[in-house]
């Protein structure tokens, strides 16, 4: 069983930046693909950006040259680093793994609980 744990996340003003964390439990981490996905108030959950084992990166059209993801297989962690944050970012941020390929649609095996992400106009 895979454990997701995230955090960072907290109120920011518009223009300013965040970097989100999560750390994974289990032996197979760096060789698993790893997601963040968002979910804003009467929304449904949406792709942000993964990375897959390797490293190769993949991200939402809204985030593109805004948003980072890397991984630091040594700590099990992902992370995603948002810079020039906009009110329209607000959201849940969960963090997600599964088993097999890198994926951009939610079909991922385990989710972390979240961390909420508020930018202020």
């Known amino acids: 069983q895979v454990q997701l744990v995230e955090s960072g996340g907290g109120l920011v003003q518009a223009g300013g930046s965040l970097r989100l964390s999560c750390e994974a439990s289990?032996?197979?981490?760096?060789?698993?693909?790893m997601a963040w996905f968002c979910q804003a108030p009467g929304k449904e959950r949406e792709f942000v950006a993964a990375?897959?084992?390797?490293?190769?990166?993949y991200y939402a059209d809204s985030v593109k040259g805004r948003f980072t993801i890397s991984r630091d297989n040594a700590k099990n962690t992902v992370y995603l680093q948002m810079n020039s944050l906009k009110p329209e970012d607000t959201a849940v941020y969960y963090c997600?793994?599964?088993?097999?390929?890198?994926?951009?649609?939610?079909?991922?095996?385990?989710w972390g609980q979240g961390t909420q992400v508020t930018v202020s106009s």
């Open positions: 997600a793994t599964r088993r097999g390929g890198l994926r951009t649609d939610s079909q991922y095996d385990f």
């Open positions: 289990g032996p197979t981490f760096s060789t698993s693909p």
């Open positions: 990375i897959s084992w390797s490293g190769s990166r």
